[in-house]
């Protein structure tokens, strides 16, 4: 039985759903340690018995990433994983502290377990990220990997399978269990005077739930809804728009993303013959961005989409897909003409974006941009926040900080910025 009025409701239990969750049960992240860049030391230690979130957020340094789209993301990033990007690994510089004096009365919700999209992704995979930048304060991926007796260690990437049980695991361990509501579907939020309504279905089949709260927390993600060609056929049984875990035959991957090189990868470790269509330059395309030390695989399909056909594998640059039959002929335009291939299967694979089809239309002001402040996760509506890419950052590394800096806006207690807010109701 759902409470039907609640201080804080935070949609989406991915990695940043889980930090607001931390933060708003009353952690904050404090600096410990000796920083190794002695600029950014020498301004945390005169302030280390406040919280990170309490300080104006220092302005970027050589010694921050500079991958980070949100200058919260980047600082936290900087203490959390010090000299992370430059292949290094120093320990973490921050602690968590408890306050339950802060705590705010909340909910998570979530379609899935906790840990968001990490359960969905398709197994066999390794994430793009060295292991220990998947990690949130409270427990290192170290620990919890030591604590189930099989770790080979995490500064390498980590089959992306162990990250969902991760995220599972430290919401339990800190306590926040009981503020996570599993298998529920958020499908409409909207202001009601002081206060967001929120309505969905879940967990059982048939359930439908409305709720009440004053501050509506989004951390949806992006991996819900995937971009579309909006080709005829794209709706063709054959055609997916997820990297397909199992399958025979051809396959047409279109795209040139990290999800395009995973489908790629896939399929030739089952023997698929795969044809590639792609509009990107093969040196600029994110797989070619990848250190290829750590990412030998990404890494030489970005050089074979350079080279002539391969055993098993055909690139098509600068190539379209028009138009797929339902008998799997696929359509294609290059400047120079038009082919036709026959597949079992075409994943197309050209992006995802947050869904924010539960908020009413008139309060998004482009397709599907929400503003926010970059600092307090503040969005122009009274009691609206939004984090993860909204705010800039998609990356665990950096959505970390975001969920941290809401809810200690929310509780209170964080140099705030003011934001000019619109009133909640949109009348
Ligand atoms: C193939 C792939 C590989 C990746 N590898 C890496 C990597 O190596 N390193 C890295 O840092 N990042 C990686 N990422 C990005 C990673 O997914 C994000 O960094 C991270 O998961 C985003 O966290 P989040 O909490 O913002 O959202 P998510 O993890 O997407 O969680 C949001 C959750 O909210 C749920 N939700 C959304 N809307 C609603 C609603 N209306 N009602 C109920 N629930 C809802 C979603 O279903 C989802 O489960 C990868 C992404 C993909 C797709």
């Given at each position: 039985m759902l409470p039907n009025q609640i201080d804080t409701i935070v949609i989406g239990n991915g990695p940043a759903g889980v930090?607001?969750?931390?933060?708003?049960?009353?952690?904050?992240?404090?600096?410990?340690?000796?920083?190794?860049?002695?600029?950014?030391?020498?301004?945390?230690?005169?302030?280390?018995?406040?919280?990170?979130?309490?300080?104006?957020?220092?302005?970027?340094?050589?010694?921050?990433?500079?991958?980070?789209?949100?200058?919260?993301?980047?600082?936290?990033?900087?203490?959390?994983?010090?000299?992370?990007?430059?292949?290094?690994?120093?320990?973490?510089?921050?602690?968590?502290?408890?306050?339950?004096?802060?705590?705010?009365?909340?909910?998570?919700?979530?379609?899935?377990?906790?840990?968001?999209?990490?359960?969905?992704?398709?197994?066999?995979?390794?994430?793009?990220?060295?292991?220990?930048?998947?990690?949130?304060?409270?427990?290192?991926?170290?620990?919890?990997?030591?604590?189930?007796g099989r770790w080979p260690g995490s500064h390498d990437p980590i089959d992306r399978a162990e990250v969902a049980g991760y995220y599972g695991d430290l919401?339990?361990?800190?306590?926040?269990?009981?503020?996570?509501?599993?298998?529920?579907?958020?499908?409409?939020?909207?202001p009601d005077g002081d206060y967001w309504r929120v309505a969905g279905h879940g967990p059982r089949e048939g359930d439908l739930f409305t709720l009440r709260c004053r501050r509506l927390v989004l951390a949806v993600g992006m991996y819900d809804?995937?971009?579309?060609?909006?080709?005829?056929?794209?709706?063709?049984?054959?055609?997916?728009?997820?990297?397909?875990?199992?399958?025979?035959?051809?396959?047409?991957?279109?795209?040139?993303?990290?999800?395009?090189?995973?489908?790629?990868?896939?399929?030739r470790a089952q023997r698929r013959p795969v044809i590639h269509a792609f509009v990107d330059d093969p040196e600029q395309c994110p797989m070619a961005r990848l250190s290829p030390d750590i990412y030998t695989d990404y890494y030489s399909v970005a050089r074979q989409m350079a080279e002539p056909v391969t055993d098993g594998y055909e690139p098509l640059p600068g190539t379209r897909l028009v138009a797929v039959d339902p008998d799997g002929t696929c359509h294609l335009e290059y400047p120079a003409g038009r082919t036709t291939r026959q597949v079992a299967q075409v994943a197309v694979l050209i992006g995802s974006l947050p869904d924010l089809s539960l908020l009413p239309p008139d309060m998004l002001e482009v397709?599907?941009?929400?503003?926010?402040?970059?600092?307090?996760?503040?969005?122009?509506?009274?009691?609206?926040?939004?984090?993860?890419?909204?705010?800039?950052?998609?990356?665990?590394?950096?959505?970390?900080?975001?969920?941290?800096?809401?809810?200690?806006d929310i509780a209170g207690d964080s140099v705030a910025t003011s934001t000019p807010r619109k009133s909640a109701s949109l009348n």
């Open positions: 930090c607001a969750s931390l933060g708003l049960a009353g952690y904050r992240p404090y600096y410990r340690g000796v920083h190794p860049d002695p600029v950014l030391h020498a301004e945390l230690f005169s302030a280390r018995h406040v919280p990170l979130t309490q300080m104006p957020v220092p302005a970027a340094t050589p010694g921050m990433s500079a991958r980070a789209g949100n200058p919260v993301g980047r600082f936290f990033d900087a203490v959390h994983h010090p000299v992370a990007d430059h292949g290094g690994r120093h320990a973490g510089c921050l602690e968590l502290r408890h306050h339950p004096e802060r705590a705010v009365n909340h909910l998570v919700l979530g379609s899935g377990q906790p840990g968001g999209s990490w359960n969905r992704m398709p197994p066999g995979m390794r994430t793009l990220s060295r292991g220990y930048w998947m990690e949130l304060p409270g427990l290192t991926m170290e620990e919890w990997g030591r604590s189930q919401v339990e361990r800190m306590g926040l269990l009981e503020s996570f509501i599993s298998g529920v579907t958020v499908t409409r939020a909207e809804r995937v971009k579309r060609l909006g080709i005829p056929g794209e709706d063709s049984e054959c055609v997916t728009h997820r990297v397909p875990a199992q399958g025979e035959g051809p396959l047409l991957v279109v795209g040139a993303g990290l999800s395009a090189g995973d489908a790629i990868l896939m399929a397709e599907d941009v929400i503003p926010t402040d970059r600092r307090t996760f503040r969005t122009p509506f009274a009691g609206l926040y939004a984090i993860g890419p909204m705010a800039g950052d998609n990356f665990v590394r950096f959505i970390t900080g975001h969920g941290f800096w809401a809810a200690a």
